[in-house]
């Protein structure tokens, strides 16, 4: 997957008859960190349903509906359900634990199902319960540390007990938690057996491995028979994962405490004040060491900013002046995406987005998003849409290390034909970009939250842009 979108620079460079991105060849690396003995993966219910002795506890469980096939499904006339959609699978040496979203009507808490087989025995399941603020949340699949201590409740479950009991036992006097012997944030490994959910994102996601000791405040402990602990487990918190989320990965940085905190009064505020002058202005968006830096990069006069590209720099922010610039993205920049998935380290991949900052036609501020969906759909769409739109003809004559400026300069122009044809450039961009494997959001005026942005009724000859709210 990830040579695809490296072939694009090359296609381009052979296109353009440029070395285009060849030193990115040198910064990218390839190698997920893992230097732990325990292994996360996804599984999907052919995984669960594969494994005898885990559906043999599944069976005897109340917690688990049946239908008449007896597919496992979840329960949704209680409002609880249980995700066996997409699974959090451990290996240890000497346990294996499934663990399992619970999907509550309020989200309040984080609540989890795990399943634990210790030295090849029985599952035993439990319910953990986290308490976690909304960030905490987002870093869950990211390799920023969290604090756990104190913030897991656990109880271990009966066969015959439901979800509502199981969740109703955490106000019980006979709290349990769940005291941390070991904790580690590791890559997810892809799985060969039956049931992995394997996409070209699950490697760039992190799991923390949580190993601990059930303790009650009755004095009572549970089990410890693991060495190290007796429940071994991933959080699961839904979203951010397979292909991560990119509404959580956004969200991230309209907080005012990490990520590139685009509402700080320097940062989108600031790039709004310049929207009146001719050029553009922006900044690069820069992870190092779990730390976020957005660098100005240096204005222009004209209507093309030139961006850095780096094994530390996963995006930008930058300005379409009003009313000179359109409204939305142009081809250029859908293009540099490309160019910082292609340089940055590989652990930062799942951050590269673009950020856009302009008028729209009511003359109304707005900010929007641009991330890669799937790196495959994007680089063949990219191409084709190079080879429907220019001919080699058109390059000859142009000087060798202008012949890229020059074809994305051609693809512009392509675009802003497009664009012309459509008042509404959110709708002439999500027609034009709809199947190129990225997406298109939008942030609220008050900057507290995202909307995808998708096309509704694509097929018919007057489509309507669908705002989605990220949840
Ligand atoms: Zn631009």
Redesign the pocket.
Known sequence: MKNRIKQITKFIAVYALLMLGSCAEELYKDEPLNQSKIKVSYVNEIALENNNLLMEKINNSALFKKNAMNRIITDTLTGYSIDTDKVKYIVGENFNSYTFEIVTPQQTYLDNLVLISKNGGEYKPYAMRYTLTEEEKLKLYTDEYIDFTNKCKAAEIDNGETLEEILSKYSYNEDCNMVYTWQETITITPCTIDGCLNSPWASFSYGHVLIGTLVCSDGGSSGGDMGSGDIGTSPHGGGGDLPPNPCLSLKKHLSTTTGVKLKAPSMVPALKLTLNQTG?NGRSLVKNNNIYTTPTLAPTPG???IASYGAKIFGSV?T?PYPS?APM??W??VYSLVLFNNNVEASLIPEVVIF?VCKDANGADQLYALKIDDEAVFADALTADIQANISPSELEGIPEEQKTEKMLGLMDKELTLDYQRSPDKELGFLKKFSNFGISLYKANSTMTNWSKLTLQNPASTNPTVLPIPCK
Do not use: R, V
């Open positions: 553009e209507l093309a900013i930058h379409h610039g993205f142009s250029t920049d856009l």
